[in-house]
């Protein structure tokens, strides 16, 4: 479980009202993106916008949604500033592993930094196969989760993904599923080759129609992390899965993959493309380079040496490849 449940007792005092104001992102038409929740005590706080309605409007618009993961308050800021940069929404991501290794307050000021931004931002958990926390995780206000039982026998997948499903609509949430699991590392969990799966088409619409799941994540070639020489994507697989569903498509794993094959994968349906290795390399690679430069004894009376240095140095470097991923996606 992710902490202390008393850390977010005030949500029981919240009346959610909504008060519908178009949102100004440039080529976007949202409904509802600009809401608040109202407590008794008349305070007005705002509210998340739902993935799903980001999801849907990059479809109708031919283009996908950057969905990045988070792992503290420095890439938070480097992704939501990224993407007030372009006028453009995005999605936080928060893993397992981030959220144990965060908890609580990791959850909060992830939230907290959604609600305020100037361009609507939604959160996410991220590749979760425990129903306990996801019903946490939407307790505590996110909006979506990728239920994954992508490991598990297709029958047994969709058991778990149609209970997921049952119990977000009890918060207001939208499940992500996946049919069909990538090769790669991803959370700590690496899946060799040999066990991947690609999703099969022919499953695809029975998954969706018994599920009710709002969105599919696919395995169309695509790695979880970084590899070399990535394997070419099946886009003869991706257009077979897009004719027997009509829920937006995930697309997984897409580090690594050219911006070419990117786009022609968006214009076959993939509507959320998730970014974490390339992000998260160019955060540590901008910690290492400022170690090298700096030396093992930093001077902390000297300009560009302290901590705050440091981090705004790394926020700069994940927060360029934030941008060039939300401009493949939305094609700038």
């Given amino acids: 479980m992710i902490g202390p449940a008393w850390m977010f007792q005030y949500l029981d005092d919240f009346v959610?009202?909504?008060?519908?104001?178009?949102?100004?992102?440039?080529?976007?038409?949202?409904?509802?993106?600009?809401?608040?929740?109202?407590?008794?005590?008349?305070?007005?706080?705002?509210?998340?916008?739902n993935t799903i309605e980001l999801v849907q409007e990059a479809r109708r618009r031919g283009v996908a949604i950057g969905a990045f993961n988070t792992y503290n308050l420095e890439l938070t800021r480097a992704i939501v500033v990224a993407a007030e940069k372009l006028g453009q929404p995005t999605i936080l991501q928060l893993g397992v592993q981030a959220i144990r290794s965060g908890g609580e307050p990791l959850a909060m000021a992830t939230l907290a930094a959604a609600r305020v931004s100037r361009v609507p931002v939604?959160?996410?958990l991220d590749h979760c196969s425990d129903i306990g926390l996801i019903e946490t995780c939407f307790a505590r206000g996110l909006s979506s989760a990728l239920a994954d039982g992508s490991r598990l026998p297709f029958a047994e997948n969709i058991a778990f993904t149609k209970r997921a499903v049952e119990l977000a609509a009890r918060y207001g949430g939208t499940i992500e599923s996946e049919l069909g699991y990538l090769a790669g590392t991803e959370d700590g969990i690496?899946?060799?080759?040999?066990?991947?799966?690609?999703?099969?088409?022919a499953q695809a619409h029975e998954f969706i129609a018994a599920t009710g799941a709002a969105m599919l994540a696919v395995s169309i070639g695509n790695v979880h992390g970084y590899v070399p020489n990535p394997p070419p994507l099946d886009f003869e697989r991706l257009a077979q899965i897009a004719?027997?569903?009509?829920?937006?498509?995930?697309l997984h794993g897409a580090s690594g993959?050219?911006?070419?094959?990117?786009?022609?994968?968006?214009?076959?349906?993939?509507?959320?493309?998730?970014?974490?290795?390339?992000?998260?390399?160019?955060?540590?690679?901008?910690i290492a380079s400022w170690g090298v430069r700096i030396g093992p004894e930093p001077d902390l009376r000297k300009k560009g040496q302290d901590l705050l240095d440091l981090m705004?140095?790394?926020?700069?470097?994940?927060?360029?490849?934030?941008?060039?991923?939300?401009?493949?996606?939305?094609?700038?």
Avoid: Y
Avoid at 20 to 35: I, K, L, M, Y
Avoid at 243 to 250: G, H, K, T
């Fill in 16 to 49: 959610k009202t909504h008060h519908c104001t178009p949102t100004q992102v440039p080529g976007h038409t949202f409904s509802c993106c600009s809401r608040e929740l109202q407590t008794k005590a008349g305070e007005r706080i705002p509210m998340l916008v």
């Fill in 122 to 124: 939604a959160v996410h």
């Fill in 257 to 286: 993959i050219s911006r070419e094959d990117i786009q022609r994968a968006i214009r076959m349906g993939i509507a959320k493309l998730n970014i974490n290795t390339e992000v998260r390399t160019a955060f540590l690679k901008a």
């Fill in 243 to 250: 004719a027997q569903v009509d829920v937006p498509l995930i």
């Fill in 312 to 332: 705004q140095e790394a926020i700069a470097a994940a927060q360029d490849v934030v941008e060039q991923t939300i401009r493949t996606c939305t094609f700038l």
């Fill in 190 to 201: 690496t899946v060799e080759e040999i066990e991947s799966s690609l999703t099969d088409p």
